[in-house]
């Protein structure tokens, strides 16, 4: 009888050990996605950021390249100011309707 108590004893320390491991384990798997989840939200937001930056600098020199062909400039100086190759110039004074000289 002593016996048997003492299996169960070891039986319920066994159980209880591995309870505690998982019960870890999965604490510290889930302190690894929160990290994670939290790592990809910041990259993702500074991606984002960087990317609305770009178009809104594109969209800056577009806008300028179609003011300066406006007002009669020509477009291989366009496209110096601009860093952009004139035949892109060309295409911008075409598709706003703007009449190169």
């Known amino acids: 009888m002593g016996r048997a ?3 169960t004893n070891v039986g319920e320390l066994i159980r209880s050990m591995s ?3 998982v019960e870890a384990m999965r604490a510290g798997y ?3 996605l929160q990290t994670a989840w939290e ?3 910041e990259a993702g937001k500074a991606e ?3 990317e609305g930056e770009f178009r809104g600098r594109k969209q800056g020199v577009i806008s ?3 003011n300066l062909l406006r007002t009669g400039t020509d477009p291989a100086a ?3 100011a601009a860093e952009l190759p004139e035949p892109i110039i060309r ?3 075409q598709d706003n309707g703007i009449e190169l000289a």
């Open 5 to 7: 108590m003492s299996e």
């Open 19 to 21: 309870a505690q491991r």
């Open 30 to 32: 889930e302190a690894d």
């Open 39 to 41: 790592k990809g939200k």
């Open 48 to 50: 984002g950021i960087s």
């Open 64 to 66: 300028v390249a179609l």
């Open 78 to 80: 366009v496209a110096k």
């Open 91 to 93: 295409k911008l004074a």
